[in-house]
């Protein structure tokens, strides 16, 4: 008896496996629930064995039967993808998917406009983006659900490699009437003594604690935040000042508030923005028509920045 499946079929295999729900698991995919419902149903009736034990408000955990059908659809896709590589390095066409992660303190500020020219460019790519922090990014990396990823050089590991976009210096967020807000510049001894708002992401927040313990200082932190708009919104309501390397186009907060951005001076270690994609493995065509694109528009994207600096470089690990 021959087996019927599809490859669109094992795909919503695999993101139910991983997600552990159904409804996530569609959205990653872009489909309706009910279609990845219907998906995982017809592999289940195809095979005859229970893929996922299901529990009511706690999703889906994979059987043992599961685990090993997801580890082999993982593989089938994998496979088919280079089959679809191969064909666009035979006839030399940008077209079919890309997976770009990318870190989420500055997703909404670069991945939005940057897929749109890209796919304005590339009409024939199916662009999947996801706002992940680095420790996701990382994993997701490792075990291929991205392609490549858009992040900062922060503790890179020795498999990843890093390609250098652009080197974006620290700046103080401050409200309009801050007592530092008029300044051109400022640095880490004037900020010391103000109360501060932390963007406490993993990796990120290390980086600006960073910034005051080389200088024997220790911040006034008053509030933590893991969201750059909740950041800036506290900014714009006087709870205190807050640290970030990409700058808004906007000097507004979602609620309205007026916004300062200060450079800060000294000798200040500038986080590097770029993409991080596994060491030693050769990148297909697409993927790397999408890192010469970025390597085109990330540094046109961050010149309103009070400093920064396009600089392509290939490098390994962190600095």
Same mark, same amino acid.
């Given at each position: ?75 089938? %896709?994998?496979? @088919?993808?280079?089959?679809? *590589? !191969? +064909?666009?390095? &035979? ?7 890309? =997976? ?40 997701? %990396?490792?075990? @291929?659900?991205?392609?490549? *990823? !858009? +992040?900062?050089? &922060? ?7 890093? =390609? ?156």
């Amino acid at each position: 008896m021959v087996l019927r499946f599809t490859l669109r079929q094992l795909e919503y295999l695999v993101a139910v496996g991983e997600y552990g729900s159904v409804t996530e698991a569609a959205e990653r995919v872009n489909v309706s629930a009910p279609s990845v419902s219907a998906a995982i149903s017809q592999l289940e009736k195809e095979f005859g064995i229970t893929l996922f034990v299901r529990r009511h408000a706690h999703g889906l955990s994979l059987t043992q039967a599961g685990h090993t059908f997801v580890d082999q659809a993982r593989q089938i %896709l994998g496979e @088919a993808a280079k089959l679809n *590589a !191969l +064909s666009n390095e &035979l006839t030399g066409q940008i077209r079919g998917p890309l =997976h770009v992660a990318c870190l989420v303190t500055f997703a909404q500020a670069v991945i939005p406009a940057l897929r749109r020219a890209f796919s304005d460019e590339y009409p024939d790519v199916d662009f999947f983006q996801y706002e992940r922090d680095q420790a996701r990014i990382l994993e997701g %990396l490792r075990m @291929a659900r991205f392609d490549i *990823a !858009l +992040s900062y050089d &922060l503790d890179i590991p020795a498999d990843i490699a890093f =390609h250098e976009l652009a080197v974006l210096p620290p700046y103080a967020v401050l409200h309009e009437d801050h007592p530092l807000a008029g300044r051109s510049a400022v640095t880490i001894e004037d900020l010391a003594s103000h109360p501060m708002i932390l963007l406490d992401l993993p990796h990120s927040s290390a980086y600006f604690l960073s910034l005051f313990r080389e200088a024997g200082l220790s911040p006034q932190i008053v509030e933590r935040t893991r969201d750059m708009s909740v950041m800036r919104a506290m900014v714009a309501n006087r709870f205190g000042y807050s640290i970030a390397n990409i700058r808004p186009v906007s000097t507004y907060a979602l609620d309205g508030g007026k916004l300062s951005f200060v450079p800060l001076t000294g000798n200040l270690r500038p986080m590097r923005m770029g993409i991080l994609s596994m060491g030693g493995v050769s990148p297909a065509l697409t993927v790397r028509r999408f890192i010469d694109f970025c390597g085109e528009k990330i540094g046109d994207m961050v010149m309103d920045l009070p400093v920064s600096a396009a600089r392509p470089k290939d490098q390994k690990g962190s600095s």
